[in-house]
Nanobody, 124 residues
Framework: QVQLVESGGGLVQAGGSLRLSCAAS????????MGWFRQAPGKEREFVAV????????FYADSVKGRFTISRDTTKNTLYLQMSSLKPEDTAVYYC?????????????????WGQGTQVTVSS
């Protein structure tokens, strides 16, 4: 069974940092782009960042550009999101996902497999 499992969420003060991890099991996501999305209470799920299979391509939402860094370790089948200079508006459940689409997809409906999410709470 294919699974994506996020970890690393928690409570942090504004200005702090967290690193999220997403471990894939059940198969390798060779050739897949991997992305991070987030969903705050009462809001739609929104795109955060995406990385290509080879890690040669990355794309970020404007709201996190310069503060978040997406990376992947293909040998460990693991995706990461390093988050710095966190703001209260970054509070959300963060999801990782895998897409077989070409390029760097930013729409949630282009992703085939999703994790269960990890909560990130940033206090002011």
């Amino acid at each position: 069974q294919v699974q994506l499992v996020e970890s690393g969420g928690g409570l942090v003060q504004a200005g702090g940092s967290l690193r999220l991890s997403c471990a894939a099991s059940g198969r390798t996501f060779r050739g897949y782009a991997m992305g991070w999305f987030r969903q705050a209470p009462g809001k739609e799920r929104e795109f955060v960042a995406v990385i290509s299979w080879s890690a040669s391509g990355r794309f970020y939402a404007d709201s996190v550009k310069g503060r978040f860094t997406i990376s992947r370790d293909t040998t460990k089948n693991t995706l990461y999101l390093q988050m710095s200079s966190l703001k209260p508006e970054d509070t959300a459940v963060y999801y990782c996902a895998a897409s077989s689409d070409y390029g760097l997809p930013t729409r949630a409906n282009r992703y085939d497999v999703w994790g269960q999410g990890t909560q990130v709470t940033v206090s002011s």
